[in-house]
Nanobody, 123 residues
Framework: VQLVESGGGLVQAGGSLRLSCSASARTSTNNGMGWFRQAPGQERNFVASISWNGGGTIYADAVKDRFTISRDRVKGTMFLQMSGLTPEDTAVYYC?????????????????WGQGTQVTVSS
C-alpha cells in the first residue's frame, strides 16, 4: 500500500502547478481518491475528491473553479491541476484513497494516505 505525491514546489501568486499521486493498483483502481492540504498550525482540510471511474468530482469552495482533479485508472495516478494560486494555497498537499468507490469530503472516509508534497505560493 503506497501513495506517492509529486509536483509540489514554489510558485508566484497567480501561477499554476500540477500535482500527481501515484498509487499501487491494488489500493486505488476501484476506490475513490482525494486531495487534502494542511497549512502550518492548521488542520488537514479537504481540497477535492474523485470517484473510482472519474465520473464524480467534488471540490472545496476555496478551490472550486481554480483546481481540477482527474485520474488515470490504468496507470493508477491521480492529478490536481491548480491555477490562480494565492499565498492562502500554501500547504502540504496529501493524496488519499477512500474506503469505497465514491468521492468523499471527510477525512474519516479515507484509509490510505501519502506523505505529502509542499506547495508554497509567494506573493
Amino acid at each position: 500500500v503506497q501513495l506517492v505525491e509529486s509536483g509540489g514546489g514554489l510558485v508566484q501568486a497567480g501561477g499554476s502547478l500540477r500535482l500527481s499521486c501515484s498509487a499501487s493498483a491494488r489500493t486505488s483502481t476501484n476506490n475513490g481518491m482525494g486531495w487534502f492540504r494542511q497549512a502550518p498550525g492548521q488542520e488537514r482540510n479537504f481540497v477535492a475528491s474523485i470517484s473510482w471511474n472519474g465520473g464524480g468530482t467534488i471540490y472545496a469552495d476555496a478551490v472550486k473553479d481554480r483546481f481540477t482533479i482527474s485520474r488515470d485508472r490504468v496507470k493508477g495516478t491521480m492529478f490536481l491541476q491548480m491555477s490562480g494560486l494565492t499565498p492562502e494555497d500554501t500547504a502540504v498537499y496529501y493524496c488519499a484513497t477512500t474506503r469505497g468507490a465514491w468521492s468523499r469530503r471527510s477525512k474519516s472516509d479515507y484509509i490510505y494516505w501519502g506523505q505529502g508534497t509542499q506547495v508554497t505560493v509567494s506573493s
